[in-house]
């Protein structure tokens, strides 16, 4: 059984995705489709999380929504967070400011010229490195920054989002020795979304029927 703080935490985030699907829907940031995605999959729905940066107030309401994942599954003391270019790097930076914790990224590839370098910033041996991106949908990309961080002596053991397409992220992540933690998963956002009408329905069947084809294979 739950103690009462987790009962409580639970239902501080479900309040919490509610108030993401929101934002979300406010933005236009869920799109419909015919996308690519990075893993290669095909995916009839896309969120564009990069827009966030545009409307400051939303950011800041977003990067506390992680400073309260962080504090409620994982504790905040000596840690340093690390952002995941493209779209993970403003949220992360609006992390840093609202959590007063130090900032690492991480880039794709190593830079080619200046000092060659893949990780930006300061860590040291040992420092607990909290990743942070947008979204994970097969984990591939937090893996990829993982093991960046890893080779350079961070402790990787939790990974934060925004949301959990729920494509094997965490399953993925979790063999690596890492814990996925989100605001919110796409399911989540999807009831909450269908039981207010926040989009059209026939919308929401076609997120429903990819998740059951995704999860079916
Ligand atoms: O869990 P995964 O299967 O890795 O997919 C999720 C990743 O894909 C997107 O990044 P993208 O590669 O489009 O790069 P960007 O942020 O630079 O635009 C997104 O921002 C995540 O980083
Ligand atoms: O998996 C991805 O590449 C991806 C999915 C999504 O919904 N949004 C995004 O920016 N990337």
Known sequence: MYGLETKLWIEKKSVLGKELATILVGLGALRFGDFTLTSGRRSPYYIDLRLLPSYPSALERIADMYVAVMENEI?????????????????????????????????????????????????????????????????????????????????????????????GGSENLASAGIELHAVSRISDLLSWLEAVGGIPVDKVDTIKEYLKEVRSK
């Open 75 to 167: 504790g905040m003391s000596r840690l340093k967070v690390a952002g995941i270019p493209t779209a993970g790097l403003p949220l992360a930076t609006a992390v840093s400011l609202r959590a007063r914790l130090p900032l690492i990224y991480v880039r794709e590839t190593p830079k080619l010229h200046g000092e060659m370098k893949m990780i930006e910033g300061v860590l040291s041996e040992g420092d607990e490195v909290v990743l942070i991106d947008d979204l994970a949908t097969t984990g591939g990309s937090l893996l990829k920054a993982a093991s960046a961080v890893r080779a350079s002596g961070g402790h990787v053991s939790h990974a934060v989002v925004l949301i959990d397409r729920e494509e």
